[in-house]
């Protein structure tokens, strides 16, 4: 398997943690996304994946090459090709619940922080793109840490990591970037230390990826 | 089950598809997402969905009353606990392929036009709502048609109705209202026309609901 990232994508970061937790190997392929207008724009990449955003996951099935894009869909694929260690919850509305979070993060807060929003804030809008992110950052993980109260126990549903804290760790990583106050989210970082500690979150890391650039 | 709903919502009018389609019946309880600030907001509502958004599938389980929110979530439930008539394709990748589609509109489009965010792009940034929205929309069904060809029959994944579908037909609705071309999207209105003649997405439609407004 190839995957197609960049070392600060969130959603990169999302499918590299579940390729790491299945134990999956694979190939890195990194897109700048910010480098001469971003490699995600180019003719080619286009070609490849219409949407032009990172993760995108090339396999072969069947003699075949095949792409997938799309971070929860990669999620949902790796979970029912490769089952173990289960990163869903057995029982249904756990399961529900578990996606439920993870949607939180992936429709509500990570489409409105993305670059090419960000751009489009700042460029068009005359915008302050970082007070716009802070803003709908800040709205979703109050929702977020309110929800996971149901559930939590050293992670957000009970005590086996799931997709919804795969989810959870990027978006506080971008969280800090945009400079929202985490004060108020004990339960949250609490969730993410638990989680940092484990050798596959560790390894998925932005600051780990051959893409990594220096502070 | 209660369905926590807006008519014009269009994550709300994919869930009410799935019912349909599904033959599940359902309490319809409107939230008003206009009126007096929106529904939504008030305390009541955020007590039970923190998130301030619909739909919320209200529904008893062991007893107890639970609630799901994030329509991706009810959707995949709704699969996992009344498996007939699928909603996902049975092979894996084609699955993938299906919740791909699904989430190029659920966060690739749909986040950017939904009413808290024009609220903010008129309201903070003075920007035009509608060319706002317009320009997401077009960027995403481009890349929506891109995709789906290379699995639409009838509708976007051959000839049985998906996530894929459900999630389509409202986000042209969406398009419409907000002025986009949809003569380029010809395969797209293709297969719109096909789920349009389909009960359950009749019985579906925003103008159907107890809480439409007439125009």
């Not at 799309?70 to 999620?75: E, F, G, R």
Request: net charge neutral.
């Amino acid at each position: 398997m190839k995957l197609y990232s960049y070392w600060r994508s969130s959603c990169s970061w999302r499918v590299r943690i579940a390729l790491e937790l299945k134990g999956l190997s694979y190939e890195y392929v990194p897109v700048h996304l910010v480098k001469d207008g971003g490699e995600q724009n180019s003719e080619s990449y286009r070609s490849l994946n219409p949407m032009r955003t990172v993760p995108m996951l090339e396999l072969t099935e069947g003699g075949q090459v095949r792409r997938l894009s799309q971070s929860m869909a990669i999620l949902e694929y790796l979970e029912e090709r490769h089952a173990s260690p289960a990163l869903l919850p057995a029982d249904p509305y756990l399961r529900a619940r578990c996606r439920m979070l993870s949607e939180m993060v992936n429709s509500g807060i990570q489409p409105l922080q993305n670059l090419a929003v960000l751009q489009r804030i700042k460029g068009e809008l005359k915008g302050d793109d970082k007070a716009w992110c802070a803003y709908w950052i800040d709205r979703g993980l109050t929702a977020f840490q309110a929800s996971v109260q149901e559930t939590a126990g050293t992670y957000c549903l009970g005590d086996a990591v799931s997709f919804a804290d795969i989810c959870l760790v990027p978006q506080l990583y971008g969280a800090r970037r945009f400079g929202v106050d985490l004060a108020p989210y004990g339960l949250l970082t609490r969730i993410e230390a638990a989680c940092a500690s484990l050798p596959a979150f560790q390894a998925a890391h932005p600051d780990r990826q051959p893409d990594a650039q220096p502070a």
